[in-house]
């Protein structure tokens, strides 16, 4: 059992893992003040945690499959992702965009494997949303299972794919899921090609997050545990992963396509970064 709250990366943290109850893990971001998805984030934060839950949740869930009458409370689990507890303006900014643009491996090799492991994680993820959740950030909280944002209130905040204002092409990763979670051709035309700024209201009425709360990060947080009490019992039968891994086929068969053509220089890179 890992000792918590757990600071990543060690030394200079930028993600908090803590663990408040048996069948619930929470990952606060806060890289500055707006959680920029970097690269050191996303491996030496993100990826470590995600594994960290994942082990703890895997042997829980082994004892409850042991004798599930004497450990019923066993092999629950949820994770819910925050942008920094102590503001209300940032879920996340989104992408490093300058850095991961000069790694021509960033998308294959960083952040979508992040984006797949999240999809197909083994318990039910929760993105509370706590303020703008722009671009790549946003592709996070499509990848989890549910989305409780802030109703706006107190301040204005967006959900937005603004790529189209700074010229940014999209990874076939983000397209897909996309086209994974939602069906309706002209709200797929708003996010991507218009940039729309999505309003909680507007995310809401559009299916693409499921509540919004009114008040600060601590009461978006606690609705986001709820769901997480809500729906942490699907865990115990093991097949909450295994069933998205089916219902998202396509997007990971997609994922896993690298539609660029050989390039030794990106195999260089790649293999620099690994040995």
Known sequence: MSSYPLSLPAGSPLITL??????????????GQDSRLTHELINSGLKPALNTVEKEWRESWRTHMRDQKANKEEGKGALIIVGRRDQDKFFSNGLDFVNSQKDP?????????????????????????????????FMLSMACDYRVMTDGSSRRVWLSMNEVYFGAPWPTSFAALVRSKFGNDPLKRKMALEGHRFTPQEA???????????????????????????????????????????????????????????????????????L
């Open 18 to 31: 803590t663990h408040p109850k048996k069948s619930l893990w929470i990952i606060e971001l806060h890289n």
């Open 105 to 137: 491996n960033f998308f294959q090799l960083t952040f979508d494997p992040l984006i797949e492991r999240i999809l197909t994680f083994p318990i039910p993820t929760i993105a509370a949303i706590n303020g703008h959740c722009f671009a790549g950030a």
């Open 204 to 274: 809401l009425e559009t299916g693409i997050v499921d509540l919004v709360v009114n008040g600060n990060t601590a009461a978006v947080l606690a609705r986001a545990e709820q769901l997480g009490d809500q729906w942490s019992g699907n865990a115990q039968g093991g097949v909450w992963g295994t069933i998205k891994m089916e219902l998202y086929r396509d997007v990971l068969e997609t994922i896993h396509k690298d539609v660029r053509p050989p390039n030794h220089f990106h195999e260089d890179a790649a293999a620099k970064a690994r």
